[in-house]
């Protein structure tokens, strides 16, 4: 078994950060393992990708370049993943756990006949002994996610099958460039080797594209709310800070579930993954499904009545009040002393 292999995803000639994400932490992986860090690349038009793969320490780029292959379908895409990997034989592959990547994770994995683990929150290289038999396994990749609705991390190893695939879910792995970039050699792969006229079944005729109106993923600052707000009523003086400290507003999953706030404002294990320079929790309780997705933050400031709430344990600076009082002084102070 070879190298560690990375599906990036591409729409409209734009690698997603997802992809970008994954490649960082396979540079990693690939050094620790001593091998190959080797990227996917299909689409159309995908002239010079290599030159954004190669920052974030891709040695080598497999690229399919092909109409059939944009945008983005199950059958030819599977079929030239399930192609590659044959021919290549990598030890790891890693896959965004997004709409793509759920979709094309799986039936990879069960054409290869591999185990696959959805929705990492973290990947590590290490050994594995089998207690029933005692055999001892060198290198194999942890693959840790949260279990059991969040109430244990569990570590899943995958011995005897090739690749080891795992998907990972955007904002969870950090995005940053390799401290030396890749090789950056270019593999040009003919997809119709591989793709069969049962491939090309399905035909896309259009499609409709709407941009989020909520992007809380890349804002600097995130003004959080939980159950413990009330109302969502209450959530409008988040709003308020929201707006004077130039941030967004966030939500928990149970403040989301009692209509406090939209979806897409969700943050945590069911949401999204968000990594501020502030982020401020306010009637959060902050149970492991939730801090999930924000415990890499920056700063984190906790407001919660209840001085014992587990946020505080991970928050650096904990301020024991209501919300309904400590907020609004908030936006008043900050109003007086910013300029």
Do not use: W
Not at 158 to 182: C, F, I, S, W, Y
């Amino acid at each position: 078994m070879n190298n560690v292999f990375v599906y990036c995803e591409i729409d409209n000639g734009k690698v997603a950060d997802v992809s970008l994400e994954l490649l960082t932490k396979g540079r990693v992986l690939a050094d620790t393992l001593g091998c190959e860090l080797e990227a996917l690349a299909l689409g159309h038009n995908l002239k010079g990708i290599e030159k954004e793969l190669v920052p974030y320490g891709a040695d080598v780029i497999h690229v399919a370049d092909c109409e059939c292959l944009a945008p983005y379908r199950t059958l030819p895409h599977a079929a030239v993943v399930c192609g590659i990997f044959k021919e290549e034989q990598p030890q790891i592959a890693l896959f965004g756990a997004t709409s793509v990547g759920r979709d094309l994770g799986p039936r990879v994995s069960s054409a290869l006949h591999s185990g696959l683990t959805a929705d990492c929150t973290s990947l590590e290289i290490g050994d594995h002994v089998e207690t029933k038999t005692g055999k001892e396994y060198k290198n194999l990749l942890y693959q840790i996610r949260p279990a059991f609705g969040g109430n244990i991390i569990a570590t899943i190893v995958n011995p005897d099958h090739r690749p080891q695939m795992a998907t990972v879910r955007e904002g969870v792995m950090k995005k940053e460039l390799a401290k030396t970039p890749g090789k950056g050699i270019v593999k040009n792969v003919d997809p119709q080797k591989y793709i069969s006229d049962v491939d090309l079944a399905v035909r896309i005729i259009d499609r409709q594209m709407e941009e989020r109106k909520i992007n809380i993923k890349s804002a600097p600052v995130i003004i959080a709310g939980g159950y413990g707000m009330g109302s969502k009523e209450n959530f409008s003086v988040l709003y308020e800070l929201a707006e004077v400290l130039g941030g967004e507003v966030g939500a928990s999953r149970a403040a989301v579930d009692a209509g406090m706030a939209e979806h897409e404002r969700q943050v945590g294990q069911t949401g999204v993954t968000v990594r501020p320079k502030l982020y401020i929790a306010c009637g959060i309780s902050g149970q492991i499904q939730h801090t999930a997705g924000m415990d890499q933050s920056s700063m984190i400031i906790s407001i919660n009545i209840d001085p014992n709430a587990p946020i505080n344990k991970i928050a650096d600076y904990a301020i024991t009040g209501d919300v309904m009082e400590i907020v609004p002084k908030m936006i008043k102070y900050y109003k007086q002393n910013s300029k």
